[in-house]
């Protein structure tokens, strides 16, 4: 069984602070996404990155996939109260094609 | 597109009792997908189907069934209730070509199970 182990598990900032969340994993995976979900809503895809080093940006997010494709960063820069949410890591690899999330990365912005 | 709907919205049952989770999607998908979600557990996969007729069990089988009958239906089955299966249970669904490569699933709004 893959593990994702997403850290840290809760994060409270202030609007406009810079943050980081991990995603990280002892197996190598053909591609990861990230999705965040809102309170009482289901998980909504983010980004899907499949390529070694890999950037991606979307906004003021910007993903980044390990060399390796075992890990992954998500950075949101200035933070703002709509960001707030959980955010999950999912990974698929080897001959098992069914995706596996992480527990999930807790942010809450205030303003 | 009304994407992928879940009824109910919400429901308490009492053990033993049993219910069904009814989900559909209207995206011509055919891949789909039965989660449940714990507080502080992420998503764990119970049941998914890869087309019509199609199931195959996931990480969490154990007390659900499922059937796909159709392309776009897609329900979950508990007989027997049991207090461990409070949870929130998320349907999902996406359109893939084989099995490998990217995989983007569109997720319903949940079901807020409690059994007591």
């Known amino acids: 069984t893959q593990l994702l182990e997403q850290s840290p598990q809760f994060l409270s900032i202030q609007e406009g602070e810079n943050l980081t969340v991990y995603c990280n994993s002892s197996s190598v995976f053909s591609s990861l996404q990230w999705y965040r979900q809102e309170p009482g809503e289901g998980p909504v895809l983010l980004v899907t990155?499949?390529?070694?080093?890999e950037v991606k940006k979307l906004k003021r997010l910007t993903f980044q996939f390990g060399d390796a494709r075992k890990d992954s960063s998500l950075h949101i820069t200035a933070a703002q109260p709509g960001d707030t949410g959980l955010y999950l890591c999912a990974a698929m690899g080897g001959s098992n094609y069914k995706l596996t999330f992480g527990k999930g990365t807790l942010l809450t912005v205030n303003p | 597109n009304a994407g992928v709907t879940q009824t109910p919205k919400f429901r308490i049952l009492k053990i033993g009792q049993s219910m069904t989770l009814q989900c559909t999607q209207d995206m011509n998908h055919n891949y789909m997908y039965w989660y449940r979600q714990d507080p502080g557990m992420g998503l764990k996969l119970i049941y998914y189907s890869v087309g019509a007729g199609i199931t195959d069990k996931g990480e969490v089988p154990n007390g659900y069934n499922v059937s796909r009958s159709t392309t776009e239906d897609f329900p979950l089955r508990l007989e027997l209730a049991a207090p461990s299966q409070t949870s929130v249970y998320f349907c999902?669904?996406?359109?893939?070509?084989?099995?490998?490569?990217?995989?983007?699933?569109?997720f319903g709004p949940g079901t807020r199970l409690t059994v007591l």
């Open positions: 999902a669904s996406s359109y893939r070509l084989g099995t490998g490569g990217k995989d983007t699933q569109y």
């Open positions: 990155v499949v390529t070694g080093g």
